[in-house]
């Protein structure tokens, strides 16, 4: 039951075979039961939930309902809930009550799907691992010893476990994909601009970018048929017209020319993820696919890069956490410097603070030039590699994460081992790209993710890519032991 | 040894729109403390920025009336800095590309003493949207201070000069003239006490003939002329003794306190923050194209100076009397105003910047609460125009207008003002004075000019005033020849 699609949980409920309020109360019993060992969650609110169950059970007997009406969704902690609790994982926000939707939440609802809960994740989604949560970490379902990778991973422990139908997620830097990759799950960074940032906590606000995380790449374009869109208040939102995410799904793949970039074959890639993806390629070419190789000649950059703009831009982006108007505030203080010294000393933990430090150094007055503004150039040198590559492929495919699941505890004391878990991920958020990471298969029993980049607004065509595979594959329907 | 001082200045003019630069809450000024202050206003988690583009149509205005270059790219970068006013930690602003560039506006410097009145351009270095920050209050709560965000996000357009003032004067009369001209476009209400026009002024001195800026000090938010000169006076004279008694300038802000006349550092160039200035990554960059300048130039007034150049070509006022007019935009459409009601525009600018202008400032009123209106004046000019009633008469006539009474001939007539035109009558008048006063008409004759004025005096007390002086002094000429 749990392993089904949302698709078929969509027929279940509009056919009363189920009603929205039984299928939220199951998930919650589940909830309620593996939550405790996986931490997945960090805020439920059961009368919430079923109260929304109600209404969309209302609106599926009135014939109202569209294809998530009634499916319960977890939501990560980093969209702003009306009357829910919205941490951002953090203890300066741990007792900040969102008094308004974000865009995100606020699409959900108006189809009448059910939150379910606020998920876990690291700190201002700033990690790789969910381990700067203030909330302690989560844990993978596959090997609770080991993490379920970041930021998401709360999300991604969700809909590894089956405690959710499919979760959204916010993708900075890999925050959806590697997840993806190291839960075994199918997740979608969208194009910069599809999805409105509107009351999503901002991380860095170039970069981020929120998609679904779901069993299948179908599952995948039900929820991007909900998140995508113009908002208004979101001034990169792009006005487009609306989409059927869904619509090339059944294509067929003959003469799909499939971009292999030799960097993302190289040093760092551990030599059993990489077998796994090398058998996921042969797959598409049975599939019909053309393999070509190409280039991302600066892809050894992106990191470097990355660990510029994006505490730069957070630096900034987290300075409103002063504990003046919401948000802790330190007990006691003697005057302004010191209450702001020490509310954000307490507030903030080690992590957010190194990137809020690098952050203020690369701005800074005589640091800007060599750093901040080199970044951007660079950063315009990465997004013109992939405009080249896309002239000789369609999608270009590789690993989503360098590894399987790494142990609890393993990297924290190692920051830079810590971001090389992105090296794959970082260079399509700074292009502002579209990508997907799929279950392609294990190694020693871990799931591996293989990533497909697509071009500018490709979403369809990387969904049908990965819908195809996962037609001749079920890697997707694989569930870690004891969560039945 | 001879000092010049050195004057730029750094002016925020608060812009006349409904809503915030940012957000979608109102500007109203005077609500209680943080009822506009909506979720974009305090910053809360997951907020985003959307342009009001009233502000931009704003800043456009702005440059096309200072002949400036308006960027078709600018960009919002982020000021940052912590304060608990400042509710994101950062001011939205523009620094390296701003909206408005290069322009220049003309000032009247008035004249001082034996000094004559002159022209002066002052270079606009350039003009950039922001917005506001909130203000602290302090006492509203023993022992707290508040923080009121209503005005956190009002649209700010700063423009910032050219060090080319080299007096307290210029400095004012600069200050003057831009704040009639953003009230002139209406991007503005100028209310100073409001905080709607804020000066911060740079002060450097030098010795004469030197091409080198001394070292300079920033006078904040000086928010009246009154003050800006006081402030601009005691730092110059303070500068000038420092250097004279073997000191030096540190380059500093520095706050005037109206009580004492003074000004008071508040904080050394060592001590200013960091601002870590980057393009704001949530706002796009702004695109101003040609149709939105035209589309704007479209809906604008005509300018001062163009009304200006159209006064001294249309009505043939001295350079002076059109400058003085459109001095401000209340001033010049009074004077039109006043010549459509059918007024000639000579007599009508003296009226205007003569009577009308005196009583104004004596009984410091604004022409808005005017007791005349530009009809009444013209039926006045009129009067005098057709010889009803002379200059001396029309005087009082106006007395009566500004007390409260409605109609010019109602006073004329209750007051007996009409004067007398009819040549006979006054024929009869002069012959009775000749007749009355033989021993002037002999001095007269004798060759003493003097002795006709005092003839026209007496035949205008004869006729108790009512006489028209043209037509006396014309009978009395031909009679006496």
Redesign the interface.
């Given at each position: 039951m749990m392993n089904r699609s949302l698709k078929q949980f969509g027929e279940m409920l509009q056919t009363k075979k189920i009603s929205s309020v039984e299928l939220t109360q199951t998930f919650l019993a589940r909830i309620a039961q593996h939550n405790p060992s996986i931490n997945a969650y960090i805020a439920l609110d059961e009368a919430k939930s079923l109260a929304q169950a109600k209404a969309a059970d209302a609106l599926i007997a009135a014939g109202k309902a569209s294809p998530l009406t009634g499916i319960p969704i977890a939501q990560k902690d980093i969209?702003?809930a009306k009357d829910w609790p919205?941490t951002?994982g953090s203890k300066m926000?741990a007792n900040?009550v969102?008094?308004?939707d974000?865009h995100v939440i606020t699409q959900f609802d108006a189809v009448g799907a059910v939150n379910l809960g606020k998920t876990n994740m690291d700190e201002f989604a700033m990690g790789s691992s969910n381990e700067t949560s203030y909330f302690g970490g989560v844990k993978n379902p596959w090997d609770v010893e080991r993490v379920p990778g970041g930021s998401s991973g709360g999300s991604a422990a969700a809909v590894a476990a089956r405690l959710c139908a499919a979760a959204t997620g916010t993708d900075t830097g890999g925050s959806i994909r590697q997840p993806a990759s190291l839960c075994g799950f199918s997740g979608l960074k969208p194009t910069y601009g599809v999805v409105s940032?509107?009351?999503?906590?901002?991380f860095?606000?170039?970069l981020d970018q929120a998609g679904p995380m779901a069993k299948s790449a179908e599952d995948c374009a039900l929820m991007m048929n909900v998140m995508a869109g113009f908002d208004?208040?979101?001034?990169?939102s792009l006005n487009r017209e609306k989409e059927d995410y869904t619509r090339d799904l059944a294509k067929p793949l003959q003469g799909l020319r499939v971009g292999l970039p030799k960097e993302f074959f190289a040093e760092g890639l551990d030599a059993s993820v990489g077998k796994v993806i090398d058998e996921a390629i042969a797959a598409y070419k049975k599939l019909g696919a053309e393999i070509v190789e190409i280039s991302l000649p600066n892809t050894g950059l992106s990191i470097p890069v990355y660990y510029v703009l994006a505490p730069?831009?957070a630096?900034?982006n987290?300075?409103?956490?002063?504990g003046?108007?919401?948000g802790h505030r330190t007990a006691e203080y003697t005057d302004?410097m010191d209450m702001?010294c020490k509310s954000r000393a307490e507030g903030f933990g080690a992590e957010v603070k190194r990137r809020i430090l690098i952050g203020?150094y690369v701005?800074?007055?005589g640091y800007?030039d060599a750093y901040?503004l080199k970044a951007q150039q660079i950063r315009r040198l990465i997004a013109q590699d992939f405009v080249e590559a896309f002239k000789h492929c369609d999608v270009i495919m590789g690993p989503a994460a360098p590894s399987t699941a790494f142990k609890a505890g393993e990297k924290v004391d190692d920051p830079v081992a810590m971001y090389l878990q992105d090296i794959y991920t970082i260079s399509t958020n700074l292009a502002g790209l579209p990508g997907m990471s799929v279950p392609a298969g294990f190694s020693n029993g871990l799931p591996v993710g293989l990533q497909i980049i697509g071009n500018y607004f490709d979403e369809a065509r990387m969904l049908n890519v990965a819908h195809q595979y996962q037609q001749v594959t079920d890697w997707h329907l694989k569930m870690p032991q004891g969560i039945e | 040894m001879e000092w010049e001082v050195v004057i730029g200045l750094e002016t925020h003019t608060q812009l006349k729109t409904n809503t915030k630069i940012f957000s979608g809450a109102s500007t109203a000024f005077g609500a209680e403390p943080n009822t506009q202050a909506c979720?974009v206003s305090?910053?809360?988690?997951?907020?985003?920025?959307?342009?009001n583009r009233e502000a931009v149509n704003c800043a456009i205005k702005f440059g096309l009336a200072v002949n400036a270059e308006i960027a078709p790219r600018s960009v919002f970068a982020?000021k940052?800095y912590?304060y608990?006013d400042l509710?994101?930690?950062?001011q939205i602003s523009q620094y390296e590309l701003p909206v408005v560039g290069k322009g220049a506006v003309t000032i009247q410097v008035p004249a001082v003493g034996k000094n004559p009145a002159y022209e002066k351009v002052v270079n606009i270095t350039r003009a950039h949207l922001e917005e506001d920050a909130g203000k602290s209050v302090h006492g509203a709560v023993e022992g707290m201070s508040g923080?009121d965000l209503n005005r956190a996000g009002t649209p700010l357009l700063e423009i910032v000069t050219e060090p080319d003032m080299r007096s307290a004067a210029e400095a004012v009369a600069y200050a003057k003239k831009l704040h009639e001209l953003v009230q002139w476009i209406g991007i503005c209400d100028g209310n100073m006490q409001e905080g709607s026009f804020r000066c911060d002024v740079n002060v450097s001195v030098r010795k004469k003939g030197s091409d080198k800026l001394g070292t300079r000090r920033e006078i904040k938010n000086l928010n009246s002329f009154k003050f800006m000169q006081q402030a601009i006076e005691y730092e110059t004279r303070w500068q000038i003794e420092t250097l004279e008694d073997g000191g030096t300038i540190q380059q500093a802000t520095v706050l005037f306190n109206p009580d004492t006349g003074e000004t008071r550092s508040m904080r050394s160039k060592e001590e200013a923050n960091?601002y870590?200035?980057?393009p704001d990554?949530?706002?796009?960059p702004l695109e101003v194209t040609e149709a939105d300048k035209a589309r704007v130039k479209a809906q604008m007034p005509e300018l001062p100076e163009a009304m200006k150049a159209r006064f001294e070509a249309d009505f043939g006022l001295t350079s002076y009397d059109a400058a003085t007019l459109t001095a401000s935009r209340e001033l010049a459409d009074y004077f039109v105003q006043t010549v459509s009601a059918g007024a000639e525009a000579k007599p009508a600018a003296n009226w205007v910047m003569g009577a009308v202008s005196a009583k104004l400032n004596a009984e410091e009123k604004s022409l808005a609460d005017s007791p005349v209106n530009p009809n009444q004046l013209a039926s006045l000019l009129k009067r005098i125009a057709d010889n009803t009633i002379s200059n001396n008469a029309a005087k009082q006539v106006f007395e009566a207008l500004w007390n409260g009474e409605k109609d010019v001939d109602a006073i004329i007539a209750a007051k007996g003002l009409k004067q007398e035109s009819d040549s006979g009558a006054i024929e009869a008048i002069i012959d009775e004075v000749l007749k009355a006063n033989p021993a002037m008409v002999e001095e007269f004759k004798a060759g003493k000019e003097k002795a006709f004025n005092a003839l026209v005096g007496q035949a205008m007390k004869a006729s108790k005033g009512k006489a028209n002086p043209a037509q006396v002094n014309e009978i009395l000429k031909k009679k006496l020849s």
């Open positions: 969209f702003c919205t951002c926000l900040f969102a008094p308004y974000a940032r509107y009351g999503m906590i901002a860095a606000s170039s208004e208040r979101d001034s990169t730069a831009e630096s900034s987290l300075s409103r956490y002063d003046v108007r919401y302004l702001y203020t701005l800074s007055a800007y901040y | 979720e305090i910053a809360l988690p997951g907020v985003l920025p959307v342009l982020r940052n912590f608990p509710p994101k930690g950062y923080i960091d870590r200035y980057f990554p949530d706002l796009l």
